[in-house]
């Protein structure tokens, strides 16, 4: 079955770090992929995301390529502020019409000033 | 443009009690609707789905149960609640064409 599977937290880094979250997707045919970001105490928001092999998907600063030879959707940012401190979610949808979206488990990111 | 409600928006019940937790949509028709779960420092678990008025499909079975009453309206209810359904209830939609999900503010849940 669908399935995906990201890096575990938490992540700490410094303001101005490079962030590299991983994220990884077993799928049939040609998924969709995304990244969804969660701010304490809120709902998941789209961060970005990509339909097809080779896209990029970017969004304040965030990019993430789908790999279709290494099934993998590495999100990404130059360097990170303390505004970006949440809890990213890496997920998918399958091609072939289902209802369904498949979520990672949520990388945890503190960004120290 | 779309937006989508949850209330309450926090809730502690005790062990035992009903539940009623309601979703509902603005801006948009026959969307797909879904509830998820997440407990304390977890990922989302999916906890039920509807593609139309009265059509519910369940993920997990549980003391759980869904309805949808209005083609925009969503409702998790309970009729005795665990320790174990404590946890911060997610709404969701999406319609056809559209491959990413938009996610309500959420319910938080303590059952005590």
């Known amino acids: 079955g669908n399935s995906v599977t990201q890096m575990e937290g938490p992540v700490t880094l410094s303001e101005e770090a490079f962030l590299t979250i991983n994220c990884t997707y077993t799928a049939t045919g040609y998924p969709s992929l995304f990244w969804y970001v969660q701010y304490p105490g809120e709902g998941l928001q789209l961060l970005l995301k990509a339909t097809k092999a080779d896209d990029k998907g970017s969004n304040k600063g965030f990019e993430a390529t789908y790999r279709k030879e290494t099934t993998s959707f590495h999100l990404e940012k130059g360097s990170v502020q303390v505004s970006d401190s949440a809890v990213y979610f890496c997920a998918l949808k399958d091609g072939t019409g289902g209802f369904k979206t498949i979520f990672g488990a949520g990388t945890r990111l503190f960004v120290k000033a | 443009s779309q937006t989508i409600h949850q209330w309450p928006a926090t809730l502690v019940q005790p062990v035992g009690s009903p539940l009623s937790l309601e979703c509902t949509v603005e801006?948009?028709?026959?969307?797909?609707l879904y509830w998820y779960r997440q407990a304390a420092g977890r990922g989302l678990q999916l906890l039920f789905y509807?593609?139309?008025?009265?059509?519910i499909s369940s993920e997990v079975p549980q003391n759980l149960s869904a309805s949808r009453p209005q083609d925009r309206q969503f409702i998790l209810s309970s009729k005795k609640l665990l320790l174990s359904d404590s946890g911060f209830y997610l709404c969701?939609?999406?319609?056809?064409?559209?491959?990413?999900?938009?996610f309500g503010p959420g319910t938080r849940l303590t059952v005590l």
């Open positions: 509807s593609v139309g008025i009265g059509q």
């Open positions: 969701a939609w999406t319609i056809s064409g559209i491959h990413e999900q938009f």
């Open positions: 801006g948009t028709s026959n969307p797909n």
